[in-house]
């Protein structure tokens, strides 16, 4: 072993000098370890990936406190370049993109929203305010987290804490959202509604109360800015009055006050959020400029969206069970899909964060509640519409087969033609799985035509209650919530079909109108300097919307009398979802070919201009 040169002793660890690539490699490969806590204050590395470093007597660097006022990419880190200094002014960290932590958060807010929806199908005005309500709850607790998070949340050990409190509270939603309701039924249902209220209340005042302490732990840090000392004293203050309030209204439920205090409960979500905006607004280093609030809410109206594509899966499900899928059906389902795409498209394509200044930005924000809330309750009449379409089919293959009886039948033929035709019609009807609904009993219908003796009015009410019979095993099929047209009157049962659809179809086109009003507001928040091909655009929407929105005023007489021939022609054909597909086709068209007339004007104004500068 003489041949092997000889070592000398090894340097030590902090000697040892590694080479600059050795120094990447670890880097990439291994990622910093997860601090206890981590600061929302930019430091020079930060504003240094941007390429703006400006130091102060803190000890951190500073932007311009007007960079609100420049052009900056919500998705971005860009900042303006400072034209004075302020060192009484913090300026804190912006992310490039939403964090994994937080779009786990989002996933909540779709199970919360999911769930309810399945449990709460809208078919009558008290179902509707009561789905309006429980979304504004969970919205607008979504949306104060979102505040929070886009503007101090950095990952830490510490925020992933906070994160595992606030998925409790999205939780506690869940296990309070069957609950939800103030249609109530019986004692019972009053007694529970009323124990989820209270229940929910104090889960709203923990989840102002974690925001208070993540709120106060920013503040903390930020005590030496001056100018950061009262925005952020005014967040704390608005949050904890909000948590005092739920907790005082938990003991305020009861059967008669539950409906009012509800009302105060989004009263209160409503005041924070709009209070949080307009300190946020007046404070440059608090403004949602340069955030990835833009990309949280275009997730958010994705979650949404996909709540429609998981309606409209089921009400497919729904309407196959009998595997017979007519020219109108196919083309319902075709049309759900088209008006879900060409919503995506109208949102999507006119999102410019570049152009918003910072108030218009605060407003766009908080405008996104109405306009989630139209998109859900457009989703959920596609799927219940859907359904009605279904439903409409077979009712019309029955009223053919009882319209056009074979004449001078003796009873015992007729009950054997009706039995057959019925089971043929019928028989394809397969039930759900885990359901117990058989095939429909109407033995005792059969009978009273039996036993009639020739008397025709006899018979002629034993054939409508076989029909009527026959009808409500469908609509159990369907999951369409009827009363049993065996227990009551059958006109209250073919009423409480009537007047549950209108119902569907007085707020299914009402708020497709309103999605197209709100788009306009939002591309007018969202862009300044509009073109006058852009104005244009704006108007062309509000127009299709304003025209949809009035459709429902149609039903409107329909609910006190079902003699409206025109509601009744327009409901029972296939017209209703191709009309919303058509008018939001041509929406897009035309922005479009306004979009391209548009490039044409820029590009034929900056010849104009070179050609002039040329001369």
């Known amino acids: 072993m003489d041949y092997l040169p000889k070592m000398g002793p090894l340097p030590p660890m902090h000697d040892v000098i ?70 009484d002014v913090p300026i804190l960290k912006r992310a490039h993109e939403a964090s ?9 807010f779709v199970a919360n929203l999911t769930t309810f929806t399945s449990l709460h199908e809208i078919d009558t005005w008290t179902d509707l305010s009561s789905y309006v309500g429980y979304f504004a709850v969970i919205w607008f607790t979504w949306l104060q987290n979102t505040l929070f998070d886009v503007r101090f949340s950095n990952d830490s050990a510490y925020e992933r804490m906070c994160k595992l409190l606030q998925f409790g509270v999205m939780t506690g939603f869940a296990i309070t959202g069957p609950g939800y309701n103030t249609n109530w039924a019986n004692s019972q249902d009053v007694a529970n509604s009323i124990l989820a209220f209270r229940a929910l209340s104090l889960i709203l005042m923990s989840s102002r109360l974690i925001l208070t302490f993540q709120y106060g732990v920013a503040f903390f840090l930020l005590r030496s800015y001056k100018k950061a000392v009262i925005p952020m004293a005014a967040h704390m203050a608005v949050l904890f009055i909000s948590a005092m309030l739920f907790l005082g209204m938990s003991f305020a439920f009861t059967r008669t006050s539950s409906e009012k205090v509800l009302i105060g409960w989004y009263l209160i979500v409503a005041a924070e959020a709009l209070a949080i905006s307009m300190i946020s607004g007046q404070v440059n280093f608090l403004s949602f400029r340069a955030t990835v609030i ?26 196959g069970s009998d595997n017979v899928y007519s020219a ?199 862009k ?35 003699n409206n021939s025109a509601y009744n022609a327009y409901m029972f054909s296939a017209w209703m979802l191709p009309t919303i597909l058509i008018c939001y086709l041509t929406v897009i068209v035309i922005d479009n070919l306004l979009i391209r007339y548009i490039h044409q004007v820029v590009k034929w104004r900056s010849h104009l201009h070179i050609k002039g500068h040329d001369a």
């Open 18 to 87: 590694v080479p600059e690539e050795d120094h990447r490699t670890f880097a990439i490969s291994h990622p910093d370890h997860l601090k206890l806590y981590a600061s929302p204050l930019a430091t020079q590395e930060d504003m240094h990936n941007v390429g703006h470093i400006h130091d102060n007597s803190h000890g951190e660097p500073h932007l311009n406190e007007s960079h609100h006022n420049h052009s900056v990419s919500s998705s971005s880190t860009e900042h303006a370049a400072p034209e004075m200094m302020d060192p």
């Open 100 to 108: 994994t932590i937080q779009l786990f958060f989002d996933l909540f």
């Open 294 to 319: 833009v990309e949280r809410l275009g997730l958010l109206t994705l979650i949404v969206l996909g709540e429609g594509i998981i309606g409209m899966c089921e009400a497919i499900n729904k309407i």
């Open 328 to 526: 109108d059906i196919i083309g319902t389902i075709i049309c759900s899909v088209g008006i879900l795409y060409f919503m995506w498209m109208l949102y999507f394509d006119q999102i410019a964060p570049d152009r918003m200044g910072t108030i218009r930005e605060h407003i766009w924000v908080i405008l996104h509640f109405p306009f989630h809330v139209c998109v859900i309750l457009v989703v959920e009449g596609l799927s219940r519409l859907s359904v009605w379409r279904k439903l409409t089919d077979i009712t019309s293959s029955l009223q053919t087969t009882f319209t056009n009886l074979p004449q001078n039948l003796n009873p015992d033929d007729l009950v054997t033609y009706l039995d057959a035709t019925l089971n043929r019609q019928l028989n394809n009807f397969t039930s759900f799985q885990g359901s117990d609904i058989g095939a429909p009993n109407l033995t005792q219908f059969y009978s009273q035509i039996q036993q009639a003796n020739g008397n025709k009015t006899v018979i002629a009410q034993g054939i409508n209650s076989t029909f009527i019979s026959a009808i409500g095993w469908v609509c159990q099929n369907l999951k369409v919530d009827v009363p049993d047209p065996s227990s009551g009157n059958e006109t209250d049962f073919v009423n409480s079909i009537y007047n549950s659809f209108t119902t569907v179809f007085i707020y299914f086109f009402t708020f497709a109108g309103f999605v197209l009003i709100l788009l306009a507001i939002l591309f007018l928040l969202g």
């Open 528 to 562: 300044r300097r509009k073109l006058r091909g852009e104005l244009l655009a704006v108007c062309v929407r509000a127009i299709f919307g304003i025209a949809i929105s009035l459709l429902a005023l149609m039903a409107v007489p329909a609910v006190a009398t079902k």
